[in-house]
C-alpha cells in the first residue's frame, strides 16, 4: 500500500463520514490498550480500519490465539480524532 508505519488505514467514504483527511492524527484505544497514527485513505470495506503488525498487537487480547499460537487480529475499538 505504500504506507507508513503509523498509518490507520481506513476507507475514504467512512473517513469522509468521521470528518477525517489523509495524514490526520487519531488515537484508536480499546481496553487493552492505545496506538496513535495517523489516517491513511485505502480501497477497502467499510466499518473496518486496518493497522500494521506488530504496531497493533497492543489492541489485541494476548489470551485469544488458535491452536497454534495465533493472535486473533480483529479488535473493537473506539477512534479519536486528535486533530
Not at 7 to 19: C, F, H
Not at 58 to 66: A, H, M, P
Request: proline share 6%.
Amino acid at each position: 500500500t505504500g504506507a507508513m508505519r503509523e498509518a490507520v488505514l481506513i476507507n475514504p467514504i467512512d473517513a469522509e463520514n468521521l470528518s477525517l483527511k489523509d495524514g490526520y492524527k487519531v488515537l484508536l484505544k480499546n481496553d487493552l490498550g492505545e496506538f496513535q497514527g495517523r489516517v491513511y485513505l485505502a480501497p477497502m470495506k467499510p466499518g473496518n480500519l486496518q493497522i500494521h503488525w506488530p504496531e497493533g498487537n497492543v489492541l489485541l487480547d494476548q489470551g485469544k490465539r488458535s491452536v497454534e499460537g495465533v493472535p486473533d487480529y480483529n479488535a473493537l475499538v473506539c477512534l479519536e480524532k486528535l486533530d
